[in-house]
């Protein structure tokens, strides 16, 4: 099956067909003869023939920090659900958090006739990023982060915290905060500012021991709630950038014998499905990473149809969820 | 059952109740009242309330308050341009520049049967937040940022640092900043951050620099303006807020020129780039913002909450571009 058959059985010519498929002019008459044709026959465009004609690849590339995480695949079901139902396909490019394998990607994709455009989730951005970025000739959005001068959709980290910080601090008075490397922006350093402002809004200084910098995962959750225990015997409350972090950290407190929340009250980010089975369930934010790729996923789109107007940037709300972890 | 008799058991106005049941406004005890005898009851409003609460008017309400008349007008041609095409009309407000004003229009759209209700407005929101929690229809914030509302607003911080970085300055730069000195207004608040680290960034000390209040004509900012040159005439830069407030300055500029009492011409940068500005004051450093692409994205927001497509809230904050440097 090919365009000329196709032609041939709608009574059409082939250059009708061919407008058709690559969204030409087509009186709605002969548009619904050769959608019934197709639909009889099966036939699918060759993607190949339609790039050369349209210069489209139908592609999107997707750089993602890491696999095994809840809210990268979140995000990526958000902008795969929205990018299927334009006829797009999704290149998902996984970096492991190395830096240099990101720009290594973004060098990739800005090469010609890759992908139509990119959405790159990051959690940092160095040097050589920003000069990767400059050479892409193709749409990009910044999904996670934001990124000064580009189109980009990310979380209110900093309210978010704020907000949990201050329901933390309704009966806390020596609170702590286990947080994540300022480089990363959006869970690093808004996440930290918005617990230190909650605290200096309820006119709390927290010592510098009670600020602590982890890693993403549970057990340095763990190691982190140890040492503040150490340093601080009279802690009252943990507050923590992830779930993750949030779950080691209650796990040291029962391991030493505290109880939570009645000694110490703790929270996480996230809103991890483990967040609502976990005992005690976990108070956290939910933040709406889906949505948020969804939101990127049209953004791009918009951007690969038309280039021009302002720079974009979309600030996506957030919910507080009072769990059990608190009193 | 009628709204009559609900209305007498709670011990309210029959409007009151009206208003009850289409998303007005009423404290919170006059709600509970209501909701009991409601309840109570069970009564089911009449066929006429249903329409009013359920069926959709494809009316958008649009209040303009507290932001210039330039803004205003593409902001507004934005919102209608995407409306109209989209099938619903508006019904605008325009309320000046009072908060009271602003709430008291809020509460009569809510009211009316509206789907919809467009705040524009850079100035501080209507203290009564719950307002928006109560209204029973979405609401899109222009202008500024308030948590948990929907918003669209430009990136000013931005623009007055990038404006800050680009005018030429150096180290030794002795700069004036005029604007409202409006601590109310975040717009104004953001602007004014945003321009003085952007001069502490190219270096500029901070002991060179002026701020200057100036009020919000360009009367008041020519007096402001003049009143400074006097004292001390040897400014290399007079940054403006507002285009407003750079037509002030550039007269009080020209006057004390012509009178010989200048040493040295300061330049002259504005904020917003103003067409008509520029064609009488020349080609002058200042920051453009698609006012009008941000009414269409407002209305694009708005019409998505209507629909229930919109999952979640958010804010969108636009780019700008720098002109004139």
Do not use: W
């Not at chain 1, 699918?44 to 139908?58: D, N």
């Not at chain 1, 329901?167 to 300022?182: A, C, E, I, N």
């Not at chain 1, 779930?243 to 980010?269: H, L």
């Not at chain 2, 002030?248 to 040493?263: F, H, M, N, S, V």
């Amino acid at each position: 099956m090919d365009i000329n058959e196709i032609a041939r059985r709608a009574g059409v010519s082939r250059a009708t067909v061919s407008r058709y498929l690559n969204n030409g002019y087509v009186s709605q008459e002969k548009r619904d003869l050769i959608s019934r044709i197709i639909r009889e026959t099966g036939y699918v465009p060759s993607q190949h023939a339609q790039q050369l004609r349209t210069g489209k690849t139908r592609l999107v590339g997707v750089v993602i920090p890491k696999i095994n995480s809840q809210s990268v695949s979140r995000m990526v079901a958000g902008i795969t659900s929205v990018l299927a139902n334009n006829n797009y396909q999704v290149v998902l490019a996984n970096t492991d958090n190395d830096e240099r394998v990101e720009v290594d990607y973004l060098n990739l994709f800005a090469r010609r006739n890759h992908v139509d455009g990119i959405i790159l989730i990051a959690t940092q951005f160095t040097k050589a990023h920003r000069t990767a970025i400059s050479h892409l000739r193709v749409p990009l959005v910044v999904l996670g982060q934001r990124l000064a001068g580009h189109d980009s959709v990310f979380h209110d980290d900093y309210h978010a915290m704020f907000d949990l910080t201050s329901l933390v601090l309704r009966t806390s008075r020596m609170p702590s905060f286990l947080g994540v490397l300022k480089e990363d922006v959006s869970a690093g350093r808004e996440r930290r500012r918005g617990f230190l402002d909650a605290c200096h809004a309820a006119g709390i200084t927290p010592p510098p021991d009670a600020l602590r910098v982890v890693k993403f995962d549970a057990d340095s959750g763990y190691f982190g709630a140890e040492q503040i225990l150490d340093a601080i015997p009279t802690v009252d409350a943990i507050v923590c950038a992830t779930d993750d972090i949030a779950f080691g950290a209650a796990m040291c407190m029962i391991e030493y014998g505290k109880r939570v929340p009645d000694d110490v009250q703790i929270t996480g980010v996230g809103d991890s499905l483990l967040s609502r089975i976990s005992r005690p369930s976990l108070t956290t934010a939910h933040l709406p990473y889906k949505t948020s790729g969804m939101e990127a996923a049209r953004l791009l789109l918009s951007r690969i149809e038309s280039s021009g107007g302002p720079v974009q940037e979309i600030i996506m709300g957030y919910e507080v969820y009072a769990r059990n972890s608190i009193r | 059952m009628t709204n009559k008799e609900v209305a007498e058991l709670a011990g309210v106005s029959s409007a009151a109740v009206s208003r009850y049941l289409n998303g007005g406004y009423l404290s919170a005890e006059k709600r509970e009242r209501i909701a009991a005898a409601i309840e109570q009851t069970g009564y089911v409003p009449s066929a006429n309330a249903r329409i009013l609460r359920t069926r959709k008017s494809n009316t958008v309400g649009v209040v303009l308050s507290k932001t210039d008349a330039r803004t205003m007008e593409a902001v507004s041609a934005g919102l209608e341009k995407y409306l109209y095409a989209s099938g619903y009309g508006t019904t605008i407000a325009y309320v000046g520049d009072d908060t009271m004003a602003e709430v008291t229009a809020m509460r009569s759209l809510l009211e009316r049967q509206i789907d919809g209700i467009v705040l524009v407005s850079t100035g501080p929101v209507p203290g009564d937040i719950e307002l928006f929690e109560r209204a029973r229809v979405p609401v899109v914030i222009v202008g500024q940022r308030v948590r948990n509302v929907n918003c669209v607003l430009f990136d000013v911080r931005g623009a007055a640092y990038d404006l800050a970085t680009s005018l030429g300055c150096t180290p030794q730069s002795k700069v004036a900043y005029i604007d409202a000195g409006d601590r109310r207004q975040s717009f104004d608040i953001h602007r004014r951050r945003g321009f003085v680290e952007g001069l502490a960034q190219v270096g500029v000390d901070g002991g060179n620099v002026t701020i200057l209040t100036g009020g919000f004509t360009v009367s008041s900012s020519y007096n402001a303006v003049r009143e400074l040159l006097a004292k001390t005439g040897e400014f290399d830069y007079i940054s403006c807020a507002t285009d407003t407030h750079a037509a002030g300055a550039i007269k009080a500029i020209r006057e004390l020129r012509d009178l010989g009492q200048l040493p040295r011409m300061p330049k002259v940068s504005g904020f917003g780039n103003d067409p008509i500005l520029q064609a009488v004051a020349g080609p002058i450093p200042s920051v453009e913002f698609d006012y009008e692409e941000c009414g269409i994205k407002a209305a694009e927001m708005m019409t998505a909450l209507i629909k229930g497509t919109a999952r979640s809230i958010m804010s969108l904050q636009l780019g700008y571009r720098i002109v004139g440097v």
